[in-house]
């Protein structure tokens, strides 16, 4: 089946900084990704969907200036969270579709960002 | 609206037992329903899909799902538990045509010997 990664896989970070995800689809385009956030022992709540050249669409709630996200290429996007503050610690996943197959999206295995 | 509802937040069984895993969703159109487990700390792995055909789906892990349209539900099932499927299990409903996958609010399943 198709891979996606993330990177890093956990990322400790003072408030007030910046923090870059990455999310790569490994074998396959991906016009469109999508953004997760987990808190302990909850759901995934959708934070924006990335499509491929264009901006990306935000859920209602999500700061867009805060959480930066840029999917230049067919096969990464990147989450870049800035000044990150406690409250912004988390479990951040992302997927991708791939094109070829209708309905699925594929997860990749999550980043822990910890905002010290 | 679109919602997944499971109704078990958290389930202990006995090693060796079975195993039902509860999922109701409220979906617009044609649903594209999923299963996911996700150990503590990790991402999420998918054990079934069901998009069209057979009711019954067979996963991995010797896990399997009925979509009952009527009832607007897609249960996991295992006829015998291992202690090795302690986890959060996630049910999610998504669409062809649309983007948007909808989790439920998780289940976790704790294994006892």
């Known amino acids: 089946g198709a891979v996606v990664s993330q990177h890093p896989s956990r990322v400790i970070c003072k408030s007030g900084t910046s923090v870059k995800i990455e999310c790569r689809s490994l074998?396959?385009?991906?016009?469109?990704m999508f953004w997760y956030r987990q808190f302990p022992k909850q759901s995934l709540m959708l934070m924006a969907t990335?499509?491929?050249?264009?901006?990306?669409?935000?859920e209602q709630g999500v700061e867009k200036d805060k959480f930066l996200i840029n999917h230049a290429s067919l096969t990464l996007s990147t989450l870049t969270v800035t000044s990150a503050h406690p409250e912004d610690s988390s479990f951040y996943i992302c997927?991708?579709?791939?094109?070829?197959?209708?309905?699925?999206?594929?997860f990749g295995p999550g980043t822990r960002l910890t905002v010290t | 609206a679109q919602s997944v509802t499971q109704p078990d937040i958290h389930i202990t069984v006995s090693e060796g037992a079975s195993l039902e895993l509860r999922c109701n969703y409220s979906y617009g159109a044609t649903p594209y329903l999923f299963w996911y487990v996700q150990s503590p700390g990790q991402g999420l792995q998918l054990l079934l899909k069901?998009?069209?055909?057979?009711?019954l789906v067979q996963g991995i892990k010797g896990f399997e799902a009925e979509f009952k349209r009527s009832q607007s539900s897609f249960n996991l099932r295992k006829p015998s538990v291992h202690w090795s499927d302690a986890a959060e299990y996630f049910c999610a409903v998504g669409a062809n045509t649309g983007n948007q996958f909808y989790f439920g609010t998780g289940t976790s399943l704790t294994v006892i010997p």
């Open positions: 997927s991708a579709r791939d094109p070829r197959e209708a309905g699925e999206q594929y």
């Open positions: 069901y998009f069209s055909g057979d009711t």
């Open positions: 074998d396959f385009q991906a016009t469109t």
């Open positions: 990335s499509n491929e050249g264009s901006k990306a669409t935000y």
